[in-house]
């Protein structure tokens, strides 16, 4: 027979369960809309995975894996510098083992590498303040980009150039530094880099459909890398793995990297204070404080802390962001290297609603279709982008030109938000129409509209 209190209890989970069944229902709901509307069935587009308390809550995909097969939820993509977040980690494994010292100067490890008397140390290129310069950044990048080169080859490549920086005085982010960190994990373990990761990390984590992909290995569920070329998508130029390594050749699913994000965050790789020490153990040698850790990187959306990283590469886009109060995780894989896109805007929105943090609606009004469709049309702006503004169904919408639409919300009838927290102010004088951009940061443009 059930108490009083038994029952009492029964009736409270029960409402929570509710609840909660309300939340996810409305998460689905408004990032099935937004995946719809911005990446179309025919097009490149995306794989999407949230995660709470290390559970899958919404997981799901738009857009073509190649010209005949549409993506799903097992299509496996380039991951690019998310990569990073793997070869660091690879790095502190090594530390807690007693193979290394972060400290370590790296000639311990590559003792013909020039430094020039410089101490270049691990920690300096986990973090990106070697001042080595970047070999993406050098003009001969392309001649090289498309061959298969050993690690040591491609260490050749640029070793020699002159150093940007004195060790630990400045933050630029430096792909060069990542390479190196592969090679010393091949001196050290004595294995290849590929065969680390999948020994230490892939097959203990069970990730099945995570990859360092050799030139000529074929894998059931890859999707194909689009860029695009005179408003039309074209296949993505090679990249040789070989040649980006241990910066950016992993590719993954979502699932396979909601993975590799709870193992961070249950201590199954590493300790808890090495995770931290990862995340927030940077800063110069005059004591600035900067975002980027060890492969990973400090931020924040609308107040809520974020440990994420990004990762671009021919013909693919991806962001990882976790929200560590939340126990929030989201994933944006994207198979197209179109910049207008802006994956990593679109991750941060779905992080946004995800915590229930999307854009406040307290100020908002709700205005007449007809006083909307006063500023229809296509806006020139100083900055040569082009926003097209368009009304349907009582909503008004904001594109820029090559990237997915924003519904923004009225303020008054010539002001309005968008969910980043950007806004626009419309003014007509003259029978001539502008508006000012002003982004979250605070930047501003103008823009006409045009004839």
Same mark, same amino acid.
């Given at each position: 027979m059930i108490?009083?209190?038994? =029952?009492?209890? *029964? *009736?409270?989970?029960? &409402?929570?369960?509710?609840?909660g069944c309300q939340s996810k229902a409305d998460l689905t709901s408004k990032v099935d809309g937004l995946l719809s509307f911005n990446f179309p069935e025919n097009? $490149? @587009?995306?794989?999407?995975? #949230?995660?709470?308390?290390?559970?899958?809550?919404?997981?799901?995909?738009?857009? *073509?894996?190649?010209?005949?097969t549409p993506l799903n939820v097992n299509s496996v993509f380039k991951i690019g510098s998310i990569t990073k977040q793997f070869t660091a980690v690879s790095i502190l494994m090594l530390e807690e083992k007693g193979k290394l010292n972060l400290r370590d100067d790296i000639k311990k490890y590559i003792p013909d590498y020039p430094t020039n008397g410089k101490n270049i140390t691990i920690h300096n290129l986990l973090n990106h303040t070697s001042g080595i310069k970047d070999y993406s950044s050098m003009d001969n990048f392309n001649e090289f980009s498309k061959k298969e080169l050993t690690p040591k080859e491609l260490i050749d490549i640029f070793k020699n150039e002159p150093s940007d920086f %004195? $060790? @630990?005085?400045? &933050?630029k982010y430096n792909n060069s530094g990542y390479i190196l960190l592969g090679y010393i994990i091949e001196k050290i373990t004595k294995a290849s880099y590929a065969d680390f990761i999948d020994k230490n990390i892939f097959k203990p984590l069970n990730m099945t459909l995570s990859y360092y992909k050799n030139r000529n290995e074929i894998i059931a569920e890859e999707v194909n890398g689009y860029s695009i070329e005179? =408003?039309? *998508?074209?296949? /993505? %130029?090679?990249?040789? $793995?070989? &040649? #980006?390594?241990? /910066? @950016?050749?992993?590719?993954?699913?979502?699932e396979d990297l909601l993975k590799w994000q709870n193992a961070l965050t249950t201590d199954k790789l590493i300790k808890k204070t090495t995770f931290e020490k /990862?995340?927030?153990?940077?800063?110069?040698?005059?004591?600035t404080k900067i975002n980027y850790g060890y492969g990973l990187i400090s931020g924040d959306i609308k107040g809520s802390k974020t440990v994420e990283h990004?990762?671009? #590469?021919?013909?693919?886009?991806?962001? /990882?962001?976790?929200? $560590?109060? %939340?126990?929030?995780?989201?994933?944006?894989?994207?198979?197209?290297?179109?910049p207008d896109l802006n994956v990593g805007g679109f991750a941060r929105k779905i992080a946004t609603i995800a915590i229930g943090k999307d854009a406040n609606t307290k100020n908002t009004i709700t205005l007449q279709e007809d006083e909307l469709k006063k500023w229809v049309g296509e806006y020139k702006f100083d900055d040569d982008v082009i926003r097209t503004i368009t009304v349907s169904n009582g909503k008004i919408f904001s594109q820029r030109e090559g990237a997915y639409k924003n519904e923004i919300l009225a303020t008054s009838i010539n002001n309005f938000l968008f969910p980043s927290g950007s806004t626009y102010t419309f003014d007509e004088k003259d029978g001539e129409i502008k508006v000012l951009f002003t982004s979250s940061s605070g930047n501003t443009v103008f823009g006409k509209k045009m004839d």
């Open positions: 108490n009083k209190f038994q =029952k009492t209890t *029964i *009736i409270l989970l029960h &409402f929570i369960l509710i609840i097009k $490149p @587009g995306v794989s999407i995975l #949230i995660a709470k308390n290390k559970e899958i809550i919404y997981k799901n995909s738009s857009g *073509i894996a190649n010209l005949k %004195e $060790p @630990g005085t400045q &933050f005179n =408003k039309k *998508i074209i296949d /993505a %130029e090679y990249l040789s $793995p070989d &040649f #980006i390594y241990a /910066a @950016g050749a992993l590719m993954s699913t979502t /990862a995340v927030n153990g940077s800063t110069l040698s005059d004591g990004s990762g671009q #590469i021919f013909g693919f886009n991806s962001t /990882a962001i976790y929200l $560590p109060k %939340e126990d929030t995780y989201v994933v944006v894989l994207g198979n197209s290297d179109n």
